[in-house]
Each structure stands twice: as C-alpha cells, then as structure tokens.
C-alpha cells in the first residue's frame, strides 16, 4: 500500500544521520518489534516523575521529562527507542522532537538543541491526529517502523504488507510511531529501494533495513 507519492528527499536528512540506528536496541530478542524487559532504574525514574500531565519528550540525544513548575528538568541519556519502551512500561506519554537533538543543563544531555520551552511547544502543536489513525489501523504487536531518507515503512503490520511513507509523512510517521510505543530504527541517510518506471532504484532492500535495525 502506497501513502503519497515518492518526491524530493527528506529535508531532514542530515539531521537523521544524528539519530542512527542501534541494532538491540529496539528488540534484544524475540519476535520483531517485542518489548524486553527494561532497565528498573529507568522504569523507576519515569515512574517517580509519572502525574496526569507529564510528558516524556525525545529527541536524537535522549529525553526529558517537564517539571510541572519551575526546576530543574530531568535528562536521560538513553536512546528514543529505549525511552519509549519504558514509557510504555509506565504508561508515560511520548512525544518526539526527532530529528532535532534537546539542550539541557544536565550533562546526559548536550548545551546545543532544542529547548525545554521550543519542544514542549513544538509538542503541543504537533497535530498527528491523522498519522497516529492510520498507523494504529496499521499496528501490531510485532510493527516496526523504518524510516530512510526517501521514504519510511510499516513491516509486519494488520495488512500484512509494507506500508510506504514519503514527503512530510516520513517524519510525521516517525513522531507518531513514538507516541503509541511502536518500534522505530532510522536507516537515512540511506535510502530504500523503490521501484520506478525505469525499474528498481539502488538503496537498501526490506530486509537489509531490518537487519541495519537489528530486526
């Protein structure tokens, strides 16, 4: 199933590159995409921060979790993919600022990115409400989501098919694979192979992808 048509590259693309893609990290064992077990301290930190209004914001470095009030902000170093799956452990809300890196005065985090108060609000004006309808029509518990520089898929989705991405729905895609707790790997700057009138275009196959992602 095709979603948009393949255009220009993604404009973020060098900005990806920041992101990478650890194999392990999304799936140390089991079936595709299976949550593991995480790493109680992480659990419990997110747990001790847990209220009806927090919101654990990732971006390329780690992630942060917004005091209610004023105070300091508490950073962690870890991967988006690890971050996310201890959210959902917890039942934590996700954002991602991806492919933006966040700022922070803590040392799990770097001086250079994103702002508390710019990703907080990039957050609150991120309407997914589309994204996350047609990928939680897509989700399973095995779903990957794979984002390259031209494009970004859905693997062992409810349609049994790989679901292509392209344009603005490629970081869209990503964000919204991150709020509903969906594994995701970014490949860019490499680029998927598609098919085109000419015929197949050079890039990573399914499978290759998979593997970058430890799949």
Do not use: W
């Amino acid at each position: 199933m095709l979603a948009g048509r393949s255009a220009s590259r993604f404009t973020v693309v060098g900005l990806l590159l920041a992101a990478g893609c650890a194999p392990g990290a999304l799936d140390s064992g089991g079936g595709p995409g299976q949550s593991q077990p995480q790493s109680s301290d992480l659990v419990t930190r997110l747990k001790d921060l847990s209220r009806p209004d927090a919101l654990l914001i990732v971006g390329t470095n780690g992630g942060i979790v917004p005091p209610k009030d004023y105070g300091p902000v508490p950073a962690f170093a870890d991967d988006p993919g690890t971050l996310v799956k201890a959210a959902a452990v917890v039942g934590m809300p996700v954002c991602s600022v991806e492919p933006q890196a966040l700022a922070g005065a803590s040392t799990s985090l770097t001086l250079t990115g994103m702002t508390t108060p710019d990703a907080e609000t990039a957050c609150k004006n991120d309407d997914l409400a589309d994204m996350l309808a047609r990928l939680g029509g897509l989700k399973t518990d095995a779903t990957v989501v794979v984002v390259a520089a031209n494009a970004a898929i859905t693997v062992h989705s409810t349609n049994n098919g790989i679901n292509y991405f392209y344009d603005a729905d490629i970081g869209r895609l990503l964000r919204a694979a991150r709020r509903l707790y969906v594994a995701a790997c970014i490949v860019a700057p490499d680029d998927l192979a598609l098919p085109s009138p000419s015929g197949q275009l050079p890039g990573l196959s399914v499978d290759e992808a998979l593997a970058r992602c430890g799949q």
